[in-house]
């Protein structure tokens, strides 16, 4: 009961400063930077900060701040605290599992008391257990997205609308071929920059001074980023992972990408997709990686993301995507009997 009067009175709060326009206090990630400024990046035979092992994006922050949160890029620490008391309730290992940004939004409208509990989308058979799912990493920020200031991506166009509409409409009409599903159902990719949080979303770096190679968890996908000057590829030479060029500005690694193919980011980008990335420590355990979207064959105007990676002792092993998946071909089968029936009709 004393919990339930807790979450009610921050809830409470929340909303009032939400309807007064106010901005919380610094986040408690902010306020620990100074204790951390004697902390010195190793590095690399060549001198540059060594960014290689195993890292991690467990972050339950999620890409765009919810609507609840307008104008408010923090959370205060006492509404933090309850927001993590909740989700341990709530995906602690009894109940369903919840992924990507439904985790936190989820625990918000708990917070908030705008819904109780959580049930899988599945009201008949289920879904995960959360005991298989990963604790997630909770910090004061509302959303990763850092450009626009109000943490929301910029509107599409209407061409990438049109996109957007079409790729729904052929993943909810029966299967005609295996192109109406998606990318990560088909095992090809889940896009670059992969922004996959809390499930097999970890992140492998090998660096030498000529080269520097990112593979993330799901799908294998695995870029091989040359730091030697060179000029991108041609421009008619489209690849999923597009063409990456990396160099050093002080102790940050900065990758540009470009030649992607069509719908290689979050499924709907287009071929004019151009993805900056600035890798630099930020800790001990910690790795900064902030990304700019440019697109404008897609969002009306560039956008900015940071996603703060924890370093992981746990090796990543191979993701076996398609081996032993029946799952397209259930798929397509039950098109073509949908289609037999209908014919003898």
Same mark, same amino acid.
């Given at each position: ?6 979450? *009610?009175?921050? !809830? ?18 902010? &306020? ?21 092992? *195993? ?10 701040? #919810? ?12 509404? $933090? ?11 602690? !290992?009894?109940?369903?599992?919840? *992924? !990507? ?5 989820? =625990? ?40 626009? #200031? ?11 609308? &049109? ?78 992972? !597009? ?24 499924? =709907? ?9 600035? *890798? ?21 105007? #560039? ?11 746990? #090796? ?11 799952? $397209?071909?259930?798929? $397509? ?13």
């Amino acid at each position: 009961m004393k919990d339930r009067y807790l979450y *009610f009175v921050l !809830g409470l709060m929340a909303l009032l400063r939400v309807a007064q326009g106010q901005v919380a206090p610094q986040t408690a990630l902010a &306020k620990t930077t100074g204790s951390k400024q004697s902390w010195a990046a190793p590095r690399t035979s060549d001198g540059h900060p060594d960014l290689q092992g *195993f890292w991690a994006n467990n972050n339950a922050t999620p890409l765009e701040r #919810p609507e609840e949160l307008a104008g408010r890029a923090t959370l205060s620490d006492e509404e $933090l605290a309850a927001m993590k008391r909740k989700a341990h309730e709530l995906f602690g !290992g009894n109940g369903d599992a919840a *992924f !990507g940004d439904t985790v936190y939004l989820t =625990v918000l409208a708990n917070v908030l008391g705008t819904k109780t509990g959580f049930k899988s989308t599945d009201g008949e058979t289920g879904d995960y257990s959360s005991v298989w799912t990963v604790e997630r990493d909770w910090e004061n920020r509302t959303s990763l997205i850092t450009d626009p #200031p109000e943490g929301r991506m910029p509107a599409m166009t209407p061409e990438a609308q &049109k996109r957007q509409e079409a790729a729904h409409a052929a993943m909810t009409r029966p299967a005609t071929g295996p192109g109406d599903r998606s990318l990560p159902e088909r095992c090809i990719t889940y896009g670059s920059p992969q922004l996959t949080a809390g499930y097999q979303s970890y992140y492998q770096i090998v660096q030498t001074p000529q080269w520097v190679m990112i593979m993330t968890e799901m799908i294998h996908d695995a870029r091989e980023i040359p730091l030697d000057g060179g000029p991108h590829l041609s421009s008619t030479v489209q690849q999923w992972l !597009g063409d990456s060029r990396g160099h050093w500005e002080g102790d940050t690694l900065v990758v540009d990408t470009t030649n992607y193919k069509p719908r290689a980011f979050k499924s =709907v980008s287009s071929e004019k997709l151009h993805v900056t990335e600035r *890798f630099s420590r930020s800790g001990p355990e910690t790795l900064k990686y902030e990304i700019r979207i440019d697109d404008p064959g897609t969002w009306t105007k #560039p956008w900015s993301l940071m996603i703060q990676l924890r370093h992981s002792a746990d #090796p990543v092993y191979e993701y076996a995507c398609h081996e032993g998946n029946e799952g $397209l071909a259930g798929i $397509l089968a039950g098109a073509r009997a949908e289609e037999a029936a209908a014919a003898k009709k």
